[in-house]
């Protein structure tokens, strides 16, 4: 013997599966609030007998809710099973339309069978009657058919039979149904005969949900009822229109199928904001009078009913697993809410055909409005329709970027959108996402990869949409990686740690607690040893910088994070550990100088005159004064050439003056150097020689054919020996 294994039941990933569009009917999920108004229908159904059957039809469009309805009338029915007897009929599933009459009787004849022992035979005898009949008669004849074989004595006695064995139940029949508008119309025609006439027995109600228009275009169709209107009227007395339902019934519905399939809190809320930007705001009188005026709007006039709306949700939720990280929300969103509303226009993006590249920007999008609006006219909208595909469409290629790189107004990012996948021009915010959230020293590895791969300007363009969370440790975080990879890479990453600072805090010290941060990040980041010190005070001094600029003068003091004097004493603490370990005397000496100058102002002459700040002026003279090493290396940084023309010009060390206090003192202090390094003696001889020229006008000088050579080998021999140290 062969025995079957029976496995058990197939079961529901909640997050993965499909929302289905047949989902389990839940009375407390009244959606479209409309169960109040199925239970006032099913309370004056049960207040009526009738002699004959009672034609109810439930007319609504596609999609607007007449199985929910069904579903709650039927519910509310069911409540009262002493009186009731409720037979749900699907003509829709039969196969053969030429056996729905049969179907039908099969149906209710098993619904009967309890309540009475012989009903279900002779349903089943008068059903294969009129089957046999109906065969024989033209459905132009609809009207009539009944007159024309009613006079047959078994057609009559088993109707009399059938009628006479319901009253004796003690019971209403109440048949319901469905999904009239999917059948062709001569199954139409067979439904409608069921109602008007084969099964018009006493106290049967009949509930039929129907697209009216549908169902009007279907049986013009055919030729064989001449006032389709007219007709069905004649079949049902009484017709029952559906209560419109709120608007943001279609955005909360959304999100509720958005929470049951999103796992992370935190996209459920932004996706929860996405929904609420393109919907209703709010429910007033002034809303509703000008409802669709505006682009908050989008999503409630794509989307029609729930259906439309689990039809979205099913394509946006394949889409957003597969371009979570890679794209703007918003605009993923936008296209799968015009994918629902109609493929034809998702295809005319996609093909680009009513898209052009802008010619101000190349690289972004335009619509080309006349052919959108001539596709349009092609696909039959309606007017009002038109106006919401088309701002739609308009929001995907609007001017306002939101900062974000992956919006799909950017000709770069087509593809994006429509291939699911990364190309060899893309980096994964997905692994930038990863990378960033990782320590610095793993981030600054990762990035001079991405760097000598190519992808320098796509990583820029990252950087500079990134949102650095304001605590801080992130500000602490970030202002180190930036300075870090400005040593390590390029000095762009510069300009991002001062404007960390700067468009955080700087102008924000009426938030105390903002300005509060901002200093502590501060004074974190320049107390951190991972950076050097001429780094961490090049950092300082663009502050310095900042504050002197004439747009900060109206403010008072304390509008920024720091005054000039706290940060010039900062600098003055940065330039003392510079020195500590600095090797020898080089140009990023000179540059502490600069970062620590409290004014400029143009002398005479036009040159322009930078005065130190007196304490790092002493540092440094104490720093060379005490070192005749220091000093001597001093000497050939002091030969520098012009750039230009006049290869043959040159000029010393403007701020000699201000270290050893006078040009004087610095005279004295050279012409008692004495040193065993021939390459210093030939500097200060040099220096010696053209001191008058140069000092104290501070104007750049030829120097004789015989010294150029000398002084071009000092300079080579500098650059080679010290320049490198830095």
């Avoid at 700087?506 to 001429?534: C, M, P």
Wanted: with cysteine; glycine share 2%; proline share 2%.
């Amino acid at each position: 013997m062969h025995y079957k294994t029976f496995k058990s039941q197939l079961s529901k990933n909640g997050n993965a599966s499909f929302i289905e569009d047949s989902d389990n009917y839940i009375k407390d999920n009244d959606h479209y609030y409309r169960t109040g108004y199925a239970n006032i229908v099913a309370t004056r159904i049960e207040a009526t007998t009738t002699q004959s059957s009672f034609g109810i039809g439930i007319f609504a469009e596609w999609g607007q809710g007449k199985t929910d309805f069904l579903k709650r009338l039927y519910s509310a029915l069911n409540e009262n099973q002493e009186e009731n007897i409720l037979v749900q009929f699907n003509p829709w599933r039969i196969n053969n339309g030429d056996l729905i009459v049969d179907d039908f009787f099969k149906t209710l004849a098993n619904s009967l069978k309890p309540y009475h022992a012989t009903i279900a035979d002779k349903i089943n005898s008068y059903s294969k009657k009129i089957f046999q009949t109906s065969k024989e008669a033209s459905f132009r004849f609809i009207d009539t058919v009944i007159d024309d074989f009613i006079d047959e004595p078994s057609v009559t006695e088993r109707y009399d039979t059938i009628n006479t064995y319901i009253k004796s139940t003690g019971k209403r029949i109440i048949v319901f149904i469905d999904d009239l508008d999917r059948l062709t119309a001569p199954e139409i025609l067979e439904v409608l005969r069921i109602i008007r006439n084969t099964a018009n027995f006493s106290n049967t109600f009949f509930v039929v949900a129907i697209d009216h228009n549908y169902v009007i275009e279907t049986l013009k169709k055919t030729n064989l009822i001449g006032k389709e209107k007219e007709y069905l009227k004649k079949i049902f007395q009484l017709v029952l229109t559906l209560p419109t339902f709120k608007k943001e019934v279609i955005s909360n519905q959304i999100k509720v199928y958005i929470k049951a399939k999103v796992s992370s809190y935190e996209d459920i809320d932004s996706l929860n904001t996405i929904i609420d930007s393109l919907s209703y705001k709010s429910t007033s009188i002034s809303t509703a009078v000008l409802e669709g005026i505006s682009n908050e709007n989008i999503l409630e006039n794509l989307l029609d009913n729930l259906r439309d709306v689990k039809r979205f949700c099913n394509s946006f939720l394949i889409q957003f697993e597969i371009l979570r990280d890679e794209v703007y929300w918003t605009d993923l969103f936008l296209i799968e809410l015009i994918k629902a509303k109609s493929y034809e226009v998702y295809c005319l993006i996609e093909s680009k055909k009513i898209l052009t590249a802008d010619e101000s920007n190349y690289d972004s999008f335009k619509l080309l409005e006349p052919e959108l609006k001539q596709s349009l006219d092609n696909l039959n909208f309606s007017p009002r329709e038109q106006i919401w595909i088309t701002k739609s469409i308009e929001a995907l290629v609007e001017k306002n970027d939101y900062g974000h790189i992956r919006r799909f107004k950017l000709v770069s990012n087509f593809y994006l959108y429509f291939s699911y996948q990364l190309f060899n021009d893309k980096l994964s915010m997905k692994k930038f996402r990863e990378v960033i959230a990782d320590d610095n020293d793993v981030i600054i590895e990762t990035f001079k990869i991405w760097i000598e791969e190519g992808f320098y300007y796509e990583l820029d363009k990252i950087m500079d949409a990134y949102s650095i969370p304001r605590t801080l440790e992130s500000i602490e975080k970030y202002g180190v990686l930036f300075l870090r990879l400005e040593d390590e890479t390029d000095t762009r990453w510069f300009n991002r740690a001062t404007s960390l600072f700067w468009n955080r805090f700087s102008l924000l010290a009426v938030d105390n607690e903002k300005s509060s941060i901002g200093r502590k990040a501060f004074h974190k980041l320049i107390d951190n040893k991972s950076l050097t010190a001429y780094s961490r005070a090049r950092f300082v001094s663009a502050f310095v910088r900042a504050n002197s600029k004439e747009e900060l003068k109206p403010l008072s003091e304390g509008s920024t994070l720091f005054s000039t004097e706290e940060l010039l004493k900062m600098i003055y603490k940065l330039f003392k550990e510079f020195l500590s370990v600095t090797p020898n005397y080089n140009f990023r000496v000179q540059d502490f100088l600069l970062f620590n100058s409290e004014q400029q102002h143009e002398s005479p002459g036009n040159n322009r005159r930078i005065n130190i700040a007196l304490n790092s002026t002493r540092l440094l003279k104490k720093f060379l004064l005490n070192n005749e090493f220091q000093f001597g290396v001093y000497l050939l940084f002091m030969l520098r050439k012009s750039s230009g023309d006049e290869l043959s010009t040159y000029f010393f060390d403007p701020f000699a003056g201000q270290i050893f206090s006078s040009t004087d003192e610095f005279l004295n202090k050279l012409e008692n150097y004495d040193s065993d390094n021939q390459y210093f003696k030939m500097a200060k001889d040099i220096i010696i020689k053209y001191f008058d020229r140069y000092y104290p006008a501070q104007r750049q000088f030829k120097v004789d054919p015989a010294d150029k050579d000398e002084i071009d080998m000092l300079i080579d021999y500098r650059v080679g020996e010290f320049e490198q140290k830095e």
